[in-house]
């Protein structure tokens, strides 16, 4: 991480456009979406891959209104008049910074930021890798694990593990460590 920028935390996830006029279908993220969506809110925008838009100048987006829809939140913002701006937005993760955001209530919550970092090990005790992302996708959240491999192109390989209690059975922040307790074959 830039230790010159604040980090950011993901609040909500574009979906795909919704209508012709650039709403845009967010995935809420954070537990205070009232917060978060206000019109005049600018959240940060994190793309995934290279390749996924063609105007990569838009770093953040500013709410101009947000409203609830079937479960999900449809979100308009300054500058994205179409549909066609909207879809440039699909997948990207709708961000704040850190000092914007407060600690989770619940003891079973952690910011993206919190984890990334973290030594993973199996509940054996034996060392797998460390914590270099978590991924937000529909299915939930996943601990992208960069593990040690001689035979790997460049000496580690990825292991993407669902950020599950029945897999990750205890987060020690203070230990700076994930135990891991994976079914065969999901760390191979």
Same mark, same amino acid.
């Given at each position: 991480? =830039?230790? /010159?920028?604040?980090?950011?935390?993901?609040?909500?996830?574009?979906?795909?456009?919704?209508?012709?006029?650039?709403? /845009?279908?967010?995935? #809420? /993220?954070?537990? $205070?979406?009232?917060?978060?969506?206000?019109?005049?809110?600018?959240?940060? +925008?994190?793309?995934?891959?290279?390749?996924? &838009?063609?105007?990569?100048?838009?770093? &953040?987006?500013?709410?101009?209104?947000?409203?609830?829809?079937?479960?999900? +939140? +449809?979100?308009?913002?300054?500058?994205? =008049?179409?549909? %066609?701006?909207?879809?440039?937005?699909?997948?990207?993760?709708?961000?704040? $910074?850190?000092?914007?955001? !407060? &600690?989770? !209530?619940?003891?079973?919550?952690?910011?993206?930021?919190?984890?990334?970092?973290?030594?993973?090990? +199996?509940?054996?005790?034996?060392?797998?890798?460390? #914590?270099? %992302?978590? *991924?937000?996708?529909?299915?939930?959240?996943?601990?992208?694990?960069?593990?040690?491999?001689?035979?790997?192109?460049?000496?580690?390989?990825?292991? *993407?593990?669902?950020?599950? &209690?029945?897999?990750?059975?205890?987060?020690?922040?203070?230990?700076?460590?994930?135990? *891991?307790?994976?079914?065969?074959?999901?760390?191979?």
């Amino acid at each position: 991480m =830039n230790e /010159l920028q604040p980090e950011a935390l993901a609040v909500g996830r574009v979906v795909r456009p919704h209508g012709v006029r650039g709403e /845009l279908v967010v995935e #809420v /993220l954070t537990d $205070s979406p009232e917060l978060r969506f206000v019109p005049g809110s600018v959240l940060g +925008l994190k793309r995934r891959g290279a390749g996924q &838009s063609r105007n990569k100048s838009a770093q &953040s987006l500013t709410v101009t209104a947000a409203r609830q829809h079937a479960g999900r +939140l +449809l979100v308009r913002a300054e500058g994205v =008049n179409g549909r %066609d701006a909207a879809e440039e937005l699909r997948g990207a993760l709708l961000t704040v $910074s850190a000092d914007a955001a !407060e &600690s989770p !209530e619940d003891p079973d919550e952690f910011h993206d930021t919190e984890l990334i970092g973290l030594r993973a090990a +199996l509940v054996s005790g034996e060392d797998v890798g460390v #914590v270099r %992302d978590v *991924l937000h996708s529909p299915a939930g959240e996943l601990l992208a694990i960069t593990i040690a491999d001689p035979e790997a192109e460049e000496g580690e390989r990825e292991a *993407l593990v669902p950020f599950v &209690s029945a897999i990750v059975p205890e987060v020690d922040l203070e230990g700076g460590r994930v135990v *891991l307790d994976p079914p065969e074959g999901l760390l191979d």
